[in-house]
């Protein structure tokens, strides 16, 4: 399954944006997923992720501003962001939770939070 996201943007500081991730593939619905970031010169690290039956886990750093959610009907996972912070400006990937090495990472979506 490949996924894709979107929703990306420039946004102030403490302002919200909604990313949106599309599945293909028919399997969607059996797969944890997970919103992932990488900012500039820095690794990718895991934001928060979904399981099939809806449980979610975050990263400390998002806690209580990021929310996740997914519709399976819609072969969809959407990442809900509020209070953004100059810090979380980076391009947002989503992909399956976990992730193999042999995953396929789609272009990734960029945020930009300004000061």
């Known amino acids: 399954v490949q996924l894709q996201a979107s929703g990306g943007g420039l946004v102030q500081a403490g302002g919200s944006l909604r990313l949106s991730c599309t599945a293909s593939?028919?399997?969607?619905?059996?797969?944890?997923v997970g919103w992932y970031r990488q900012a500039p010169g820095k690794m990718r690290e895991l934001v928060a992720h979904?399981?099939?039956?809806?449980?979610?886990k975050y990263a400390d750093f998002v806690k209580g501003r990021f929310t996740i959610s997914r519709d399976n009907a819609k072969r969809s996972v959407y990442l809900q962001m509020s209070s953004l912070e100059p810090k979380d400006t980076a391009v947002y990937y989503c992909?399956?939770?976990?992730?193999?090495?042999?995953?396929?990472w789609g272009q990734g979506t960029l945020v930009t939070v300004s000061s």
């Open positions: 992909n399956l939770w976990p992730v193999a090495y042999y995953n396929y």
């Open positions: 979904i399981t099939t039956d809806g449980i979610t």
């Open positions: 593939g028919s399997i969607f619905s059996i797969n944890a």
